[in-house]
């Protein structure tokens, strides 16, 4: 009576086993709610969410509540990851009749989808009670029910705009600067980040202060950056021996994680250490953008792209792969080093986290220490990651979600370029010709397996793509992504498939009135059309689509693609005013407009580019830069544009005007505002 053995998705294969009679999300679900006259149960989660199995350890293993369920309701089973367009109507219902939302989500619903009771984690003697209460309600008291389901929808249309938000206002330096003294007012000064416990990696936030500094000079938007990033790095956030962050730091000091590994925050953050790096020189920059890269070709690569996340969990047990306590370290390196290393990782015989165990973290400074505490701490490093091998290990949700992948393939594109345009040590150029080349092979794997016919699917899994339609973020991630691989290669159809896709996202999704739906017109109908314009984990739909549309028309010249991302952002310059937490990607891409973006051409006649190093290391917010011969096929930039005297030559444009072509590094530099 379990019909998620033939789910694709990890999430689902690990209910497979309850004795719930779970049912995927599909029409086949709600008519068996309607023949049975009884409402449905949507449990929405994802495969590294601790606190989705702790309820399922609890509740949905346990025969006596799987009985209550099967007789009082249809169940349904939702991996949030596959359907971000049924999480977000119903976090959005969660959230208006909570005031909160989270993961597991628990939604009771009509047989027509109108949620009426909603809520997050039940201990298992309170979800009994709940299933029991929601059974007799809809014996007894219908009509109530009903209404109760009818005003919930009525509410979570008027919150989404029904996916038609107003006009704001341009995009201009003021709403910029405003946005900044918000990120300013919720600053931790102490331990970096914004507001307190639990706290997330604010990457979004950081790349949008980040290119603030580089088209102002602000310091303290940079300071703040660059703060945080260490406050991050050097905590438990981080994996100090295999790279990587957690999802978040159930404190306000980074010293503990949520042990899940997402490769979204990892994306990102990639982006935004490696920005840091390009713009301060500095060493524990350059080492976690490295390292975080190298983790990312590690342990979420899977032959084909880009994979989800690592548990939170192993063998049930949260973080029982990462910690520590000093008899472990003595026990793997020996008396003396044993105590070199609780010292520098923070071990305490107290502990940081459960049972007398601590979550490492560098407690001193590594990167700018002398020669012989960098060799030892290298070496002492390399023995406990040797170790922590030989443990269980977490799980892996192994199915590819395209929008994250682009988001990969976009951050490993950056690295690369930035380190093959300066000197560095051997292992980031290592890194750095990895990340070329497994971010090419991923959007190869996404252009052949993810789209068809100018269509996106959302998920593959095993090389196979799964049946979720792609929703607008899948678009806006993979478009964007695919103009970044156009400029690591100089190949036009890179850039012609990011335009077909950017065609089908304006013409599919938008509103009418300048913003963006996040699903397509001819997708499966929900309660409402989800329609939400903010940031959260990863960039929306309309921020993401609106970098891709940034990047395109600073590919190709084309004004009206330039045009269509100014009016999506000006649907959310109030949010960025008012809540710039929640609009850092919309924020970073406002910056490149403002910026211009520079669309920066490297014609090379001999294939050679010994201007782009200049063109790549200090490169404005948003930026295009694109190195080729001249008249290269498929190559707009290139177009029409000689080298002088047959030497490489530099045209700089900003805004689609032109600047005189340049053929010396000190020139470029001046054209690109660098004293």
Not at 253 to 258: D, E, F, G
Request: aromatic share 8%; charged share 20%.
């Amino acid at each position: 009576m379990n019909r998620l053995r033939s789910a694709t998705s990890p999430y689902l294969l690990q209910h497979a086993d309850n004795p719930v009679h779970w049912w995927p999300w599909g029409p086949e679900a709600f008519a068996e709610a309607r023949r049975r006259d009884v409402p449905v149960l949507i449990s929405v989660g994802y495969a590294a969410c601790h606190w989705c199995h702790v309820m399922a350890h609890e509740s949905f293993e346990d025969d006596a509540i799987a009985a209550l369920l099967n007789d009082s309701v249809v169940s349904i089973k939702v991996d949030r990851e596959e359907r971000p367009d049924v999480d977000a109507v119903y976090m959005a219902a969660t959230q208006a009749m909570t005031g909160h939302g989270g993961w597991p989500m628990t939604v009771f619903a009509t047989p027509d989808g109108q949620p009426f009771f909603c809520g997050t984690y039940f201990p298992p003697q309170h979800f009994a009670a709940l299933i029991r209460a929601v059974a007799k309600a809809w014996r007894e008291q219908r009509a109530d029910v009903l209404a109760q389901g009818a005003q919930v929808v009525e509410a979570i249309a008027q919150t989404q705009g029904v996916g038609l938000p107003r006009v704001e206002g341009s995009v201009s330096a003021e709403v910029l600067t405003a946005a900044r003294g918000r990120l300013v007012e919720a600053y931790d000064p102490t331990y970096g980040g914004f507001g307190g416990a639990p706290k997330f990696p604010p990457h979004m936030a950081l790349l949008f202060l980040l290119r603030h500094h580089q088209r102002t000079g602000d310091p303290q938007a940079l300071e703040i950056a660059r703060h945080t990033c260490e406050a991050m790095a050097r905590g438990g956030l981080y994996d100090q021996l295999g790279g990587g962050f957690a999802r978040y730091s159930v404190d306000a000091q980074w010293i503990v994680p949520h042990f899940e590994k997402m490769l979204y925050d990892n994306a990102l953050l990639l982006r935004v250490y490696t920005l840091l790096w390009r713009l301060t020189g500095d060493r524990l920059a350059l080492r976690i953008a490295t390292e975080t890269a190298r983790f990312l070709m590690r342990d979420l690569y899977d032959g084909h792209a880009f994979v989800s996340s690592l548990d939170a969990d192993t063998e049930g047990q949260e973080g029982l792969t990462y910690v520590w306590t000093p008899a472990q370290l003595t026990a793997a390196l020996g008396e003396e080093d044993g105590r070199f290393a609780a010292d520098l990782f923070g071990v305490t015989d107290a502990g940081t986290f459960e049972h007398g165990t601590s979550v490492l973290r560098l407690a001193r400074d590594v990167d700018d220490a002398d020669e012989a505490v960098r060799a030892r701490w290298v070496e002492v490093r390399a023995a406990l990651w040797r170790h922590r091998q030989e443990r269980p290990q977490p799980g892996r949700d192994d199915k590819v979600v395209a929008a994250w992948c682009g988001l990969a393939i976009t951050g490993l594109v950056e690295y690369a370029l930035t380190m093959t345009s300066t000197d560095v040590d051997e292992t980031a150029a290592a890194t750095a010709a990895e990340a070329a080349r497994l971010a090419q092979a991923a959007a190869t794997f996404l252009v052949d397996v993810h789209i068809a016919g100018g269509r996106m699917r959302r998920v593959s899994r095993a090389g196979v793509v799964g049946e979720p339609v792609g929703v607008l973020d899948d678009y806006g991630c993979v478009a964007e992504a695919l103009c970044a691989v156009h400029q690591l290669t100089g190949e036009g159809e890179w850039l012609e498939m990011a335009g077909a896709l950017i065609d089908t996202a304006v013409s599919r999704f938008g509103t009418g009135t300048g913003g963006f739906y996040d699903t397509a017109d001819d997708a499966e109908r929900l309660i409402t059309r989800p329609a939400d314009p903010t940031d959260n984990a990863t960039p929306s739909g309309l921020s993401s689509l609106a970098a891709a549309l940034v990047s395109y028309a600073a590919l190709t010249g084309d004004l009206g693609y330039r045009q269509i991302a100014e009016r999506a952002l000006e649907t959310v310059t109030g949010l960025m005013v008012r809540h710039p937490r929640h609009a850092g990607y919309a924020c970073a891409v406002a910056e490149a407009l403002l910026s211009g973006p520079y669309e920066i051409a490297i014609v090379a006649p001999d294939g050679a580019s010994p201007l782009a190093a200049v063109a790549r290391r200090h490169a404005p917010p948003g930026a295009v830069v694109v190195v080729g011969r001249p008249d290269q096929p498929g190559v707009p930039l290139l177009a029409s544009r000689p080298a002088v005297d047959g030497q490489t030559t530099a045209y700089v444009c900003r805004g689609f005007v032109c600047d005189r072509p340049v053929t010396t590094e000190t020139d470029l530099l001046a054209l690109l505002g660098v004293q």
